[in-house]
């Protein structure tokens, strides 16, 4: 087997890492240490983050899965997290469709994926029957999507006074261009955006001392270096949420969409965009960005009482990028 070769450039404060069509761009280079190896955390609470992935085990999707795997057996992962667009090309049309099977279940077989796995909607998921996958909640003991939008407060293992407040919201409803698309207007009708607002603001003002984090999960993102940049659907995400997270002090905002893999700050929030589960996508940097990498891969999240970290991990186990959050 040929070896790939590594190419390092360095211009002004951007380090371009490029092997094949692979990008990995990381801002203020001289201020980043990679980590070598994943580090587990004694009372962490480590969950995986993976998005836009549905592919019937094509583009990479398998060897995504297969990482997935071994990743989680090492941090042992308590659940997965999937960030939308979880069946291309159109969604599923109920809970029995095929692709159930040849898109997730015979797919991510692994026993350390056998845990609960938190979804949001995506846009592709909006084609078909957004409400299949939550009924499939009925029948699969590891998927876990209630409603089109929920919240789940889950404890740290090693202190389990202090919790993690999760948002799982669907962002569709709160891009208005939807509500005149022909593939996805239908289904984006039925949903009350207004009413989704005001339970977002209502969930993200709990003042509970025991709140050490608030996390919210969406599938379109406030901010990114791919192809949708100054994106009607950027854009939309952006007015419609930026004002609440700012009120509220949301510490991390989770998305897809885009199909790459990215770290962004805005305000007091992080946002992570993990969206390369199947497909990957050219990526810039943009004024918000720490990294953006256009590879296929996945986020293993530490959470403690006073740290988050966050490893970005391509498709063979490698560590692209680590960055650590702290309180």
Request: hydrophobic share 40%; proline share 5%; aromatic share 12%.
């Amino acid at each position: 087997m040929m070896k790939q070769k590594l190419i390092v450039c360095f211009v002004a404060a951007t380090v371009v890492l490029s092997h094949v069509a692979a990008q990995v761009l990381i801002k203020d280079s001289s201020n980043y240490a990679p980590a070598e190896k994943l580090t587990v955390t004694p009372g962490a609470l480590n969950f995986i983050a993976m998005g836009d992935w549905g592919r019937v085990g094509e583009d990479h999707q398998k060897q995504v899965a297969a990482q997935m795997g071994k990743t989680s057996f090492e941090v042992k992962s308590q659940f997965t997290i999937a960030t939308g667009d979880n069946f291309y090309p159109s969604g599923v049309i109920s809970q029995w469709d095929p692709l159930w099977r040849y898109s997730f279940e015979d797919i991510y077989t692994a026993f350390s994926l056998q845990w609960d796995w938190y979804p949001v909607l995506g846009n592709h998921d909006y084609k078909s029957n957004p409400d299949a996958q939550v009924a499939y909640t009925k029948i699969s003991r590891r998927w876990k999507m209630p409603a089109r939008y929920y919240s789940k407060l889950i404890a740290i293992p090693g202190d389990t006074a202090s919790k993690i407040l999760f948002l799982f919201i669907d962002t569709n409803p709160l891009i208005p261009e939807f509500y005149s698309n022909a593939e996805y207007g239908p289904n984006v009708k039925t949903t009350d955006s207004a009413k989704q607002k005001r339970w977002i603001a209502k969930e993200l003002s709990n003042k509970s001392p025991n709140i050490k984090w608030k996390i919210v999960v969406g599938h379109h993102p406030m901010f990114t270096g791919g192809s949708r940049t100054d994106g009607y659907d950027t854009r939309a995400i952006r007015n419609s949420l930026q004002p609440l997270f700012d009120k509220y002090g949301v510490d991390v905002f989770l998305a897809g969409h885009e199909h790459s893999l990215q770290h962004l700050i805005s305000g007091k929030t992080q946002h992570f965009i993990s969206g390369a589960a199947s497909e990957k996508t050219p990526v810039h940097l943009i004024p918000e960005s720490k990294m953006a990498a256009s590879e296929y891969g996945f986020m293993v999240f530490t959470v403690t009482k006073n740290a988050v970290t966050v490893n970005t991990i391509d498709y063979t186990g490698k560590i692209i990028y680590t960055t650590t959050i702290n309180k």
